[in-house]
Structures are given as C-alpha cells and as structure tokens.
C-alpha cells in the first residue's frame, strides 16, 4: 500500500519536473538556463528524501514555484503543439489572436426578440419578475 502512494508521488514529482523545465525554456533568455539549472539542482538535491511530510511539502513549493513562472513568463502565440495561431486581420493572414470587434452600444433594436422572450420567461420561472415590493 505504502509503494502505491511512493509510486503516485514519484509521478506527480515527475510531472511537475517536466512542467517546471518546459515553462523555464519560455523564459526569456538572460533568465532561462539559471531557471532550469535550479530547477534541476533543487529536484537532485531531494530526490532521496524519505520523509511523506516532507516530500509533500516540496512538491507544494515546487508547485508555488511553477505557478510564480507561470504569471512572469512572457505569453507566446504559440499553442502547445507550437503551431502558430494565424488570425484573418485586413485581408491577411498574421500570426497573433484574435481580438473583439468594436460593438455598438446596445439598444434595443440589436435585441433578437426570441433571445427576449426566453429571458423573461426565464426570470419569471426563478420569481425575479413581478416580486411584492
């Protein structure tokens, strides 16, 4: 049973090794190698360590750790697979995402009157409409 648990905690270990690595190789380049050389030396310096409590509580830091270089990595307009998102701007094909058209200020001849009538019916049925006062 004891194995079980080790064996759930080396892959959990070993998944969040992984992702650390990948999200220091989106760092940019003066901070990148330092990033994954810590990484690195932080998962050697531990990797014997034989204590449940202890190993939870550096996997819960080295998760702190992966969601810090999360927020401060620049964002890339790549996906996952590295293919490149292509958007439809002015006729041409660019790499980057895509962005909101600029709306109109509602009014209410841009309400469908369908889309209308199911939300009152629907306001109705949860009793916000006619409540005493």
Not at 45 to 52: V, W
Not at 66 to 93: E, H, M, Q
Not at 108 to 117: E, M, Q
């Amino acid at each position: 049973m004891a194995e079980a648990g080790a064996g759930a905690g080396r892959r959990v270990a070993l998944a969040l090794y992984k992702q650390l690595l990948q999200t220091a190789r989106r760092l940019p380049e003066a901070q990148r190698a330092a990033a994954a050389q810590e990484v690195r030396d932080k998962f050697k310096a531990h990797a014997a360590e034989g204590s449940p409590e202890k190993v939870q509580e550096l996997l819960n830091l080295a998760q702190s750790k992966l969601g810090y270089l999360k927020i401060v990595t620049p964002r890339t307009s790549r996906d996952a697979t590295g293919k490149a998102r292509l958007v439809l701007r002015d006729g041409k094909w660019v790499e980057g995402s895509a962005r909101l058209m600029d709306r109109a200020p509602h009014d209410k001849t841009s309400v469908d009157a369908d889309a209308l009538a199911k939300h009152n019916y629907l306001m109705e049925r949860q009793h916000f409409m006619h409540r005493r006062r």
